[in-house]
């Protein structure tokens, strides 16, 4: 038997049981091989920059249909970015008649909520949507050919108006999601939910068990709620804007219209309650601090200190910057509001999300200031740029107009 032991010393060396010394020759050879290579590779750059410096004709009228290139007097132009002009969706809507408990989540369960009083608010968003898609040109009443499925709800005004409470709200969704066959053939993930409120899908207690595949249209992307779990996912779920009261317009127009640069009293306000947030805090005391500068009121929910919708409107409109701080959670419908009176609207909330980035770049026509830094500095940053607000108004109406025309083209 082998001894375990060894007087023989030990070679650690990679690759040592191969023993091959590297002579001068070896160092040679790998010298020119470097050397070749390089020479070869000029070679064949040069070949193929020649081969290419004849421009191929090309038939535009041939090519363009086939890589959806679009032409302007035989210039080759790229499509636009976000969605394109010509997208191809087939939408089924669900009818409220042809699923037994869907009148009762768009109605409550004597059927006693009018759609009417469900389009102040943020309820709106679900009545609109609905809405907007019976109409649109994407609608198909064919099941087999629709690429997604709209479920219309509107749970958040049946709840805050009585019509059905949590419990209920959560057997009835069940109810609904059982009787869908094409909601089970896919797990749900071509069913798109809108949940409008600070509740998100929370609204429906069991959404992680039956709808967490599906799409979600929700103004709230906040990941840093109270919730423990959010309902919000980046990769499936769409964030929509802030819905702003159909009363506030009149033939398309703001009823309160905005004041010009030069007559706008103040630098910046906020119009909001504290509710014992820091950031919102933080506003008030500094309005104290410089009372011309900032208006910024300790309002109230109710009584005197409250603003009404057309005096809110009045005072937005009286200052060049809108601050948008965060409440509850990270969103806030101040940052929409300052666009009806076209004031520069200024996010104060670290984790806030906003709708369709892909389409519009809000670091052209909006600010975003850490909260952590609201002080006398802020202000004089807001005060050093005052001058360009011009440009911000114009960058808005115009360099995003493609972009909204995309969003509501569906």
């Known amino acids: 038997m082998a001894s375990l032991t060894s007087n023989k010393p030990r070679n650690f060396g990679a690759y040592s049981h191969y023993a091959t010394p590297c002579t001068r020759t070896h160092q040679i050879g790998a010298l020119f091989l470097v050397v070749s290579t390089f020479f070869v590779t000029r070679l064949f750059d040069q070949w193929f920059s020649e081969s290419n410096s004849v421009t191929p004709v090309i038939d535009l009228r041939r090519t363009s249909s086939s890589y959806g290139i679009k032409t302007d007097n035989g210039i080759i132009r790229w499509p636009e970015r976000g969605y394109g002009s010509h997208l191809s969706l087939k939408i089924y809507v669900y009818d409220e008649n042809e699923i037994d408990g869907l009148k009762e989540l768009l109605y409550g369960r004597d059927g006693s909520v009018k759609t009417t009083a469900c389009l102040k608010g943020q309820w709106g968003s679900q009545v609109k949507i609905h809405k907007l898609l019976l109409e649109s040109k994407f609608r198909t009443i064919k099941k087999d050919e629709a690429d997604l499925f709209f479920v219309p709800a509107y749970v958040k005004c049946v709840r805050m108006l009585g019509g059905l409470n949590d419990k209920e709200i959560n057997q009835t969704y069940v109810k609904v999601l059982s009787q869908m066959p094409y909601f ?227």
């Open 184 to 410: 089970r053939r896919s797990g749900g993930r071509d069913h798109i939910f809108v949940f409008p409120s600070g509740a998100g899908a929370h609204l429906f207690r069991s959404w992680s068990t039956f709808i967490n595949r599906s799409i979600i249209l929700t103004p709230e992307a906040d990941r840093t709620d109270k919730k423990d779990t959010t309902a919000f996912n980046s990769w499936k779920d769409i964030i929509i804007p802030g819905n702003v009261d159909d009363a506030m317009t009149k033939n398309g127009q703001p009823d309160v219209q905005p004041l010009p640069l030069s007559k706008r009293k103040y630098l910046a306000n906020y119009l909001g309650r504290a509710q014992g947030k820091a950031g919102r805090l933080k506003l008030i005391d500094l309005s104290k601090q410089f009372p011309d500068k900032l208006e910024c009121p300790d309002l109230k929910f109710s009584g005197t200190e409250k603003f009404g919708r057309t005096t809110y409107f009045e005072h937005l409109r009286n200052a060049k910057f809108c601050l948008a701080p965060r409440g509850e959670s990270s969103w806030t419908l101040r940052f929409y509001e300052s666009f009806f009176v076209e004031c520069v609207p200024v996010l104060l909330s670290d984790h806030a999300e906003l709708p369709f980035q892909n389409v519009i770049d809000y670091a052209q026509v909006s600010i975003k200031w850490p909260s952590t830094r609201i002080g006398s500095e802020f202000l004089d940053y807001l005060a050093s740029i005052s001058g360009n607000i011009k440009l911000l108004q114009n960058r808005f109406l115009f360099a995003n107009i493609n972009g909204f025309a995309q969003i509501l083209e569906i």
